[in-house]
């Protein structure tokens, strides 16, 4: 079993940024993809980011060029910059594990961290 916990999310005003951490820990495999997902009041979770283990990364078109995803390996943790922040991006923000166990596919969540941006 995977747990995922989340931090960082709060209430900050238009053009403000935030950070957020998912601190993995349990049955985490060499090679995975770690990222966020989030949903906003009435609407379906939507991607966010993503980064592997290597590295590579994938970002929603909404998000590109203001947040920036990473990670530390060593810790098992991804991080989630996200700046110039807009009303728009309020939501629940997940973080997601998602690994192959040598049976299947599985994907792991976080309790969710609520981000709130307003004036």
């Known amino acids: 079993q995977v747990q995922l916990v989340e931090s960082g999310g709060g209430l900050v005003q238009p053009g403000g940024s935030l950070r957020l951490s998912c601190a993995a820990s349990g049955s985490i495999f060499s090679f995975n993809t770690m990222g966020w997902f989030r949903q906003a009041p009435g609407k379906q979770r939507e991607l966010v980011a993503t980064t592997t283990t290597t590295g590579s990364t994938n970002y929603a078109d909404s998000v590109k060029g203001r947040f920036t995803i990473s990670r530390d390996n060593a810790k098992n943790t991804a991080y989630l910059q996200m700046n110039s922040l807009k009303p728009e991006d309020t939501a629940v923000y997940y973080c997601?594990?998602?690994?192959?166990?040598?049976?299947?596919?599985?994907?792991?969540w976080g309790q969710g961290t609520q981000v709130t941006v307003s004036s």
């Open positions: 997601h594990l998602e690994q192959y166990d040598g049976l299947g596919l599985r994907t792991y």
